[in-house]
């Protein structure tokens, strides 16, 4: 069984950053793709970006490509959302969410999920 914790989130301004992380704990922790989502008030859950086992695959999604970058730390058993100039649209609550083998934004197969940490952006 594997448990999944993030942490990292708060109040920001436009324009500043923030950088999650998710903790992984359990036998085998470090094979797991881990996926980043976000869900907003009245919004559909979004996939936001994936890192495979080894951190050479990475996926996002194109309303945070350029702006967000994933990363691991296999010894740590920890992966990372670095999120810079953020937008009031970035205002939600982000989970980490773990699967096997294949990289994906989409929560199909992600069966390990973090409580959430919520990020508001706001002046």
């Known amino acids: 069984q594997l448990m999944l914790v993030e942490s990292g989130g708060g109040l920001v301004q436009p324009g500043e950053s923030l950088r999650l992380s998710c903790a992984a704990s359990?036998?085998?922790?470090?094979?797991?793709?881990i996926g980043w989502f976000r869900q907003a008030p009245g919004k559909e859950r979004e996939g936001l970006s994936c890192?495979?086992?080894?951190?050479?695959?990475?996926i996002y999604a194109d309303s945070v490509k350029g702006r967000f970058t994933i990363s691991r730390d296999n010894a740590k058993n920890t992966v990372f959302l670095q999120m810079n100039s953020l937008k009031p649209e970035d205002t939600a609550v982000y989970y980490c969410?773990?699967?096997?083998?294949?990289?994906?934004?989409?929560?199909?197969?992600?069966?390990?999920w973090g409580q959430g940490t919520q990020v508001t952006v706001s002046s």
């Open positions: 359990g036998s085998t922790s470090d094979h797991y793709v």
């Open positions: 969410a773990a699967r096997s083998l294949i990289c994906s934004r989409s929560a199909d197969f992600y069966h390990y």
């Open positions: 890192i495979g086992s080894s951190g050479s695959s990475t």
